[in-house]
Every structure is written in structure tokens, then in C-alpha cells.
């Protein structure tokens, strides 16, 4: 069985001290790879530092991340397009549009993700999104940018039904990971109603780990337990969501 973590932070200071037993326990897991989305210039070192550690367990995107999104935008952007010019990323990410925090760059959010789709499209890589209290804007944005090179995955995804089955028909996978689990939440309603074939398996690493890990620090492991949820909600077996999934990933990241 071959389970992918198609989001994750295992660069973060927090797995600064134990990194090697993270990813022991992830393989020990049947997690084969991580994909690992940038989020600033901050981060593009220590993401790269970890590629090395193992090249062919992680995989590394490059992006900058909404929230990021400041007054030195344009610097920043810059840093991140002269990633792309020169390392083999497999994608761009994370990218996107957060209203959650601050809006005071809401219209420079905008800017720049529209450019990042634009390079990806340009450079026919596969995008990883990130949405947070701005789903209306963020598909108006890719029905105007959708053309055949544009393809990615709303990642952690947090919209509704309706939403998600307009990401789905413009060609887009849906991230789902340990919320899931969460009582509160409504993911699982709409885990139920969409097809495995449209699914992608992710952590987010540090954050939101799977219940029965709460309040703990995320990790790529837990893509089983994930994984687990999801073949019961959806009534078949764990093997048949590794398998369709890991097919899901390897088909958009083409690796």
C-alpha cells in the first residue's frame, strides 16, 4: 500500500529536533512521499535543507503563500519566480487568497495569485491552493484563468458541496485532511458525496492533526488515520483509498 502527504510542512522549526523519526514513522506508515509547499522567502532554506535530507521521500513546491502577501510583495515575488527559474520544483504552491486575518492586501492577494497561476501555466506546473473566507473571489479568479495547463488542488479544503463541485468540474482535486475527523466540521458530509477519483490526501503539517491526535503536534503519519476515516465514511476499503488517491497525486504531480 502506498499512501502520498500531498501537504506538508516537515520543515518547520517544530520538527527541527526529530525529523528523522518523523519520516521513519511516516514510511513505517506506508506514507511514501511529502510534498512540501513553500510559504515564503523565509522558509525556501529550510525547505530545501530538508529536500536533501531524502530527495526521494520529499518533494518541493515553490510559492508564496497569502498571507504573506505585504508591503514588499513585489520582493518577495520576485525571490519566488527566480526559485522557479532555477530548481526543479514540482509545483507551485502554497498560493491563494486568505480573507480570514487581514484585508488590508486583499486586492495585492488578488495580484498575486493571479501572477502565480499565470507562471504556472507558463511553466505547466500543478498548483497547490490555499482558501481561507474567500471561496467566492477564489473561483471567480480561476474560471477566468482556467485553460488545459492550469491543474491543482484546493488544498485543506474548507468550502461547501456546492463549491467544491465547481472546483471539480474546472478540472481541480479537493485536499482533505484531518479535519475530516472533527466533530464540528462538515467535511465528512462532503467526503461522502464526492468521488475518490477527485480526492487528494494531506496533513498540513504542524497543523490541524486528525482526531485522535488533537491538540498535538500534525505529522505526516497520520495520512493513515486520515486515510482510515475516509474509507469508512465512504464504505470501502483503506486499500482502495491509498490506491485511488496516490493515483490522484501522481497523475496531477506527475511523478
Not at 32 to 41: F, G, K, T, V
Not at 67 to 92: F, H
Amino acid at each position: 500500500m502506498i499512501l502520498i502527504d500531498t501537504h506538508t510542512h516537515l520543515y518547520d522549526e517544530s520538527f527541527k529536533e526529530d525529523i528523522k523519526s518523523v519520516i521513519e514513522r511516516s514510511k513505517n506508515n506506508s506514507v511514501n512521499y511529502a510534498l512540501l509547499p513553500n510559504i515564503d522567502s523565509s522558509s525556501i532554506d529550510s525547505l530545501k535543507k530538508l529536500v536533501q535530507v531524502d530527495s526521494d521521500y520529499f518533494k518541493p513546491m515553490m510559492g508564496l503563500h497569502p498571507c504573506s502577501v505585504a508591503s514588499n510583495w513585489e520582493e518577495e515575488l520576485g525571490i519566488i519566480k527566480a526559485e522557479l527559474d532555477s530548481y526543479p520544483y514540482m509545483a507551485i504552491g502554497e498560493i491563494g487568497l486568505d480573507y480570514h486575518w487581514d484585508l488590508t492586501y486583499k486586492e495585492a492577494q488578488k495580484e498575486v495569485f493571479i501572477k502565480q497561476l499565470r507562471w504556472a501555466k507558463e511553466k505547466k506546473l500543478p498548483v497547490s491552493i490555499h482558501s481561507r473566507k474567500a471561496y467566492a473571489d477564489l473561483l471567480h479568479i480561476l474560471r477566468e484563468e482556467k485553460t488545459d495547463d492550469l491543474q491543482g488542488v484546493l488544498h485543506c479544503f474548507g468550502g461547501d458541496l456546492t463549491e467544491a463541485h465547481k472546483a471539480i468540474d474546472m478540472g481541480f482535486y479537493i485536499g482533505i485532511g484531518g479535519v475530516v475527523t472533527y466533530k464540528n466540521s462538515s467535511m465528512a458530509e462532503i467526503v461522502k458525496a464526492i468521488n475518490l477519483n477527485y480526492i487528494l490526501l494531506e496533513t498540513d503539517a504542524p497543523y490541524l492533526p486528525p482526531v485522535p491526535y488533537r491538540g498535538k503536534r500534525n505529522e505526516s503519519s497520520y495520512i493513515h488515520t486520515i486515510a482510515s476515516f475516509i474509507a469508512t465514511l465512504k464504505q470501502v476499503t483503506l486499500e482502495e483509498v491509498a490506491m485511488q488517491t496516490t493515483e490522484n497525486a501522481k497523475k496531477l504531480y506527475k511523478f
